[in-house]
């Protein structure tokens, strides 16, 4: 098991670029593939990107539009979402999350928050026009 830590979010004008971190502590085994999910106010969670344990997989949604990218440094348990030229819409809670079983389908990512086992609290993300 593991705890998760989000940071890094605040307030941007859009066009603007931002990195959000995702701390783990406490682990006690290696997880699968850690995401990113988003919720806005008034709309569904949805999935935004994930990366496998060895950093070698990632899987991105078609909402960020090839935007942003996530990484990992397992040296720090750390995983990072790199944000660029953001939009309004962009704009939403992000959480990061782990799953510690392949999914069936899609190279074994977990895309519904349903799908997985540890999250976060969250950082709030705004963009101003």
């Known amino acids: 098991q593991v705890q998760l830590l989000e940071s890094g979010g605040g307030e941007v004008q859009a066009g603007e670029s931002l990195t959000l971190s995702c701390a783990a502590s406490?682990?006690?085994?290696?997880?699968?593939?850690t995401g990113w999910l988003r919720q806005a106010p008034g709309k569904e969670r949805e999935f935004v990107a994930a990366?496998?344990?060895?950093?070698?997989?990632?899987y991105y949604s078609d909402s960020i539009k090839g935007r942003f990218t996530i990484s990992r440094d397992n040296a720090r348990d750390m995983v990072y979402l790199h944000m660029n030229d953001l939009k309004p819409e962009d704009a939403a809670v992000y959480c990061c999350?782990?799953?510690?079983?392949?999914?069936?389908?899609?190279?074994?990512?977990?895309?519904?928050?349903?799908?997985?086992?540890?999250w976060g609290q969250g950082t709030r993300v705004a963009v101003s026009s």
């Open positions: 999350a782990e799953h510690f079983t392949p999914v069936t389908g899609g190279r074994g990512f977990a895309t519904e928050w349903t799908q997985y086992d540890t």
């Open positions: 406490g682990r006690t085994m290696r997880s699968f593939a």
């Open positions: 990366i496998k344990w060895g950093g070698g997989g990632t």
